[in-house]
Every structure is written in structure tokens, then in C-alpha cells.
């Protein structure tokens, strides 16, 4: 089953709104998550790393006032596209690195949010 | 700085048959990690094998194995009898240890498998 939940799973949004996005670990704690950009038939773009406790780490070329990460706990990051328009309509999807209890090593992620902003 | 490189956008296989998907990747680090991921047409991020620098075996999961050639840098997705529900888009990643958790994504191959 999922260990990784993302909500919503869609939205669509007039220009100028803010939308929000949660990431939540259920059942691991994730003191890190990550959060990943994708245009229609391109590659996961990273965003920025959230820090359960401290600011996230924002990629080059992200706007950190545009893009506000919150990671309130060890289970929950969120995103916030503050005053969305329409060039921010993508795919996000958020990831979060499980801790290793044996030989493999994995990281999971979200089911993802199409954001369609009108 | 790492780098993911996926050759072919695109790919055709029949069913049953068997097909790899290239990816080679570019890092100066010793310790690291590469992953396979599977991404339906829902969206999702879909977890397949993965394999550390270190390891001396090719990983493998089920249908799914990992040519992993260190020297060459390369790390194939084998999959076998490939059935339909496996088109898909299919993305190598790697994480360093020394720059956190986070993923390099390639730029992924499409497979199609025809019936």
C-alpha cells in the first residue's frame, strides 16, 4: 500500500489564488521530503528539500516567495504556490526517503497533484 | 554535479519478450545509489529496483534486474517477458551520499509494449 499520500490529487485555480499541497508519511517519520516539479513529457525537476524544524532548501531558479514549504512535522510538507498563474500549472509530486531496515533502499513518492491554473 | 542520461525516449518491445532500457550516469562520488522508477499515464512514481555503488551483485525484483557495469557507469533495466501492463514511462535516478537524499532524474524512456 501507499507510505507516501499527497493531497489534493488535483486542483484547478483561477490566476492570482494560492494553493496548498500536503505530503504526509504514513508510516515512517520523514525528517526530510522533497519536492519535485514535472512538465507534461518531461523528467522530475527537483524543487526544493523541506527540513522537519529548519528553512528548505530551495533549488536554483526556484522562487522560495512563490513556493512556500512547510514541514510541521515529522509525517507532514506542505507547498503553498502562492499567487499562482498559469505557467505554474505542472505535475508536483513529493518524495520521502524511507530509512533503511535491510539490504534495499528506497524512496517513495507521493502520488502527485496536477495543478491547473486558469 | 551528477547527470542521468536516458539514450532512448522511446522504446518497442512484443510481449513476452525481453527488453533493456539504457541509462548510463556521471558522478565523482564513490558512494551512491540508483534507482528505477515506473511512471503509468495516473501519474505515479512507481518503485522498481534499486542497487548501491558498493554492492558486487546485480539487484534484481522479480521480472526486473539491473545491469549494473561500474566501470562504464552504466545501470540497464533488464525487464522480462515483458507483459502490457509494463508501458509505461520509465525514469534511472541516482542519489549521491553526499549531497542528502535527494534524487537526479533522467530524462526517462517510453516503452511500449505491443500485443
Known amino acids: ?60 531558479g526556484v522562487e522560495k516567495d512563490k513556493f512556500l514549504i512547510n514541514h510541521a512535522s515529522l509525517t507532514l510538507s506542505t507547498l503553498t504556490v502562492t499567487s499562482a498563474h498559469p505557467e505554474d500549472s505542472s505535475f508536483y509530486i513529493c518524495s520521502a526517503p524511507r530509512p533503511r531496515t535491510g539490504p534495499k533502499e528506497t524512496q517513495y513518492f507521493g502520488p502527485g497533484t496536477r495543478l491547473l491554473v486558469l | 554535479a551528477q547527470k542521468i542520461t536516458q539514450t532512448q525516449p522511446g522504446m518497442f518491445v512484443q510481449e513476452k519478450e525481453a527488453v533493456t532500457l539504457d541509462c548510463t550516469y556521471d558522478t565523482s562520488d564513490q558512494s551512491y545509489g540508483l534507482f528505477w522508477y515506473k511512471q503509468p499515464s495516473s501519474g505515479e512514481m512507481i518503485f522498481l529496483i534499486y542497487q548501491g555503488s558498493y554492492d558486487e551483485q546485480n539487484a534484481t525484483e522479480g521480472r526486473y534486474s539491473l545491469n549494473f557495469q561500474k566501470a562504464r557507469k552504466s545501470a540497464n533495466l533488464v525487464i522480462s517477458a515483458s507483459q502490457l501492463g509494463d508501458s509505461a514511462m520509465y525514469f534511472c535516478a541516482m542519489r549521491s551520499n553526499n549531497a542528502g537524499n535527494m534524487l537526479t532524474f533522467g530524462g526517462g524512456t517510453r516503452l511500449m509494449v505491443k500485443p
Not at chain 1, 2 to 20: D, E, F, L, M, R
Open chain 1, 1 to 60: 500500500g501507499a507510505v507516501v499520500s499527497q493531497h489534493p490529487s488535483w486542483v484547478i485555480c483561477k490566476s492570482g489564488t494560492s494553493v496548498k499541497i500536503e505530503c504526509r508519511s504514513l508510516d515512517f517519520q520523514a525528517t526530510t521530503m522533497f519536492w519535485y516539479r514535472q512538465f507534461p513529457k518531461q523528467s522530475l525537476m527537483l524543487m526544493a528539500t523541506s527540513n522537519e524544524g529548519s528553512k528548505a532548501t530551495y533549488e536554483q
